[in-house]
């Protein structure tokens, strides 16, 4: 369910403030301990974040990991009816492979885990119907952020 025009606003106007932020940040050299593909994948989950609402998601948990399980899920939450455990790939370049190849067997495995122990956690996680998205992002020099979304990327087996 897409968002109203007011709500919208206030989003990209929250988006827009925590970009001015974060570029505060850098140049004042906070998070400078922050390996460089770690501050570009952050970045991605922010952008992914921002966009996800605007379709209208609700997101319910970010970085989301249990002390049971090694693993963590980027983000969760819901698209109508739907709870989505969403897995974020961010590139600073087209050069390679897709950002979304990056979800190999391994990384499905351990999301596919992490849910389960999620889906733990509710009382009707039995009638909750379930799904696995994975979100592209990227930086391209001189460029918006292009983002994809890949809904029921892969399933449960």
């Not at 606003?9 to 827009?16: D, E, T």
């Not at 992914?48 to 989301?64: C, E, K, N």
């Amino acid at each position: 369910m897409p968002i109203s025009a007011s709500s919208r606003l206030r989003l990209n106007f929250f988006a827009r403030s925590m970009g001015a932020l974060d570029r505060l940040s850098a140049r004042f050299h906070r998070g400078a301990n922050i390996a460089p593909h770690l501050a570009t994948g952050m970045r991605g989950e922010e952008a992914a974040y921002f966009h996800l609402r605007r379709l209208g998601y609700i997101l319910v948990a970010r970085r989301w990991h249990s002390p049971k399980q090694p693993g963590d899920i980027d983000l969760i939450g819901w698209d109508g009816e739907w709870l989505c455990f969403i897995e974020v790939k961010t590139r600073s370049s087209r050069a390679v492979e897709p950002a979304e190849a990056a979800v190999d067997a391994d990384k499905r495995a351990t999301l596919r885990r992490m849910a389960r122990e999620y889906l733990r956690l509710l009382e009707d996680a039995a009638t909750t119907p379930s799904r696995f998205d994975v979100v592209s992002v990227y930086f391209e020099p001189n460029q918006q952020p292009e983002i994809e979304v890949f809904r029921g990327a892969f399933d449960w087996k």
